[in-house]
């Protein structure tokens, strides 16, 4: 059983350009949050979503950033012109809301140039 | 969400046992105790969830006053792999919705 993975593991554009970053949860886990966190700092809660479903995205930013979690494939968090504060790690984690809590990718490192 | 409190940073040295306490005054009767570890360049890592009382399990020990109004995860005999940042976690994962990181503790273990 594969644990959450995320592609890719590292990511360079430059500014105004997109970034997309995927996330496959956990095989029979239907909750996916991306966190992002940046250097020196904790992880903060972008979105939640449910297949097919935007559950909370009160920690997205409101312009650029995107999330959506198809019927198939995996998540898809997509920031649009990108700008160097973007630069982060971000990790996607999935639950099957049981009593155990998140499981975590190994995160996609976004650096902006 | 309940709000947690932890220190910013630990030290030890290997061998020892390392207890992080962490505070979270308005704990609801729903909530469980989670701990992660995050390794550096690495996704946090589940260490051990609780209720009240004390769960042991092969990495850790996490202990629960009566109250709940705190926890402190117990680490015996620390390594050099154990330097990671660790975070508490407070709320109820039955209800699916997300839970918040904070900085957590940094703890650095020396020879």
């Known amino acids: 059983n594969a644990g959450v993975m995320q592609n890719p593991r590292h990511l360079v554009r430059r500014r105004g350009q997109e970034a997309r970053l995927r996330c496959s949860p956990m095989?029979?886990?239907?909750?996916v949050y991306w966190y992002r966190q940046l250097p020196e700092e904790g992880l903060k809660f972008m979105v939640y979503l449910q297949k097919e479903n935007i559950i909370d995205e009160s920690g997205m930013p409101k312009e650029r950033f995107s999330a959506e979690f198809p019927k198939e494939g995996p998540s898809i968090l997509r920031i649009q012109q990108v700008v160097r504060g973007d630069s982060a790690a971000y990790f996607c984690a999935s639950s099957p809301t049981g009593p155990y809590g998140y499981t975590f990718g190994s995160g996609t490192r976004l650096t902006v140039v | 969400l309940a709000k947690t409190t932890q220190p910013i940073s630990m030290d030890s040295y290997e061998g020892q046992e390392v207890n992080i306490t962490c505070s979270h005054n308005?704990?609801?009767?729903?909530?469980?105790i989670t701990w992660y570890q995050q390794f550096p360049s690495q996704g946090p890592r589940f260490i051990i969830q609780g209720y009240k009382t004390k769960v042991t399990n092969e990495v850790a020990s996490l202990f629960i006053p009566a109250d709940r109004k705190s926890s402190t995860l117990s680490l015996p005999r620390v390594s050099l792999s154990d330097t990671a940042v660790y975070y508490c976690?407070?709320?109820?994962?039955?209800?699916?919705?997300?839970?918040?990181f904070g900085k957590g503790t940094s703890l650095l273990v020396t020879p």
């Open positions: 976690l407070v709320g109820d994962f039955n209800s699916g919705y997300a839970l918040n």
């Open positions: 308005n704990i609801a009767t729903n909530d469980y």
């Open positions: 095989k029979g886990h239907s909750h």
